[in-house]
């Protein structure tokens, strides 16, 4: 499955934008899907996810109630608005493929767990 993010750009903090992830294959609408990001020289940090149902979201505290992660299967399609960015939003966003449809109790921000990274799209938020 091949994922693409889009819809980055460059914004004044306290603006918003919505990131679209779209897949190459429906196999991917079965599986929960995650958002990451990478700010310049640090690591990739677990940003959202959701469920492949769409019940379960799981946000990093950092943007929880400013972030809204869904999905749309019939478009195979998961979407990140951002809302209230701040300059520390900056970074490369990239979506990726959770290994199971669902986290249960476990939280679903490693890396680790996820594969079929897409490639990502950039996010500037300016002061």
């Known amino acids: 499955v091949q994922l693409q993010a889009s819809g980055g750009g460059l914004v004044q903090a306290g603006g918003s934008l919505t990131l679209t992830c779209a897949a190459s294959?429906?196999?991917?609408?079965?599986?929960?899907t995650g958002w990451f990001r990478q700010a310049p020289g640090k690591e990739r940090e677990f940003v959202a996810a959701?469920?492949?149902?769409?019940?379960?979201?799981h946000y990093v505290d950092s943007v929880k109630d400013r972030f809204t992660v869904s999905r749309n299967n019939a478009e195979k399609t998961v979407y990140l608005q951002m809302n209230s960015l701040t300059p520390d939003d900056t970074g490369v966003y990239y979506c990726?493929?959770?290994?199971?449809?669902?986290?249960?109790?476990?939280?679903?921000?490693?890396?680790?767990?996820?594969?079929?990274w897409g490639q990502g799209t950039l996010v500037t938020v300016s002061s």
């Open positions: 990726a493929m959770y290994r199971l449809s669902d986290w249960g109790r476990s939280a679903p921000s490693s890396r680790d767990l996820y594969g079929s």
């Open positions: 294959e429906r196999t991917f609408t079965v599986y929960a």
């Open positions: 959701i469920s492949w149902t769409g019940i379960n979201v």
